[in-house]
Nanobody
Framework: QVELVESGGGTVQAGDSLSLSCASS????????MAWFRQAPGKEREFVSA????????VYQDSVKGRFTISRDNAKNTLYLQMTSLKPEDTAVYYC????????????????????WGQGTQVTVSS
């Protein structure tokens, strides 16, 4: 079992940068494929980015490609999301998610594939 706690959210202006962290406890995070999702008011929770256990593979939603960077430090049991050139449409609650994965190269992009979720951190981007 793993517990996930996000941090780093806040209110910024369009064009600014923000870095999110997700600290995990319990079972070692190196055993998990991980991802970031987000949910804007009145919308479904959507995939943002995923990373494999070994960090060898990453996947991004088209709207964040070139602006967001996902990374992880398994020694620190921490997942990161570096966000740059933020836009008002990036406003949402951001969640980290984890799923035990046999392959060190597997990335998972579907919400239903993830078993463990954090409580979320709010990101607000003003125009």
């Amino acid at each position: 079992q793993v517990e996930l706690v996000e941090s780093g959210g806040g209110t910024v202006q369009a064009g600014d940068s923000l870095s999110l962290s997700c600290a995990s406890s319990g079972r070692a995070s190196r055993d998990y494929a991980m991802a970031w999702f987000r949910q804007a008011p009145g919308k479904e929770r959507e995939f943002v980015s995923a990373i494999s256990r070994s960090s060898s593979n990453t996947v991004y939603q088209d709207s964040v490609k070139g602006r967001f960077t996902i990374s992880r430090d398994n020694a620190k049991n921490t997942l990161y999301l570096q966000m740059t050139s933020l836009k008002p449409e990036d406003t949402a609650v951001y969640y980290c998610a984890a799923r035990l994965a046999m392959s060190i190269r597997q990335t998972l992009t579907q919400r239903a594939e993830y078993r463990h979720w954090g409580q979320g951190t709010q990101v607000t981007v003003s125009s």
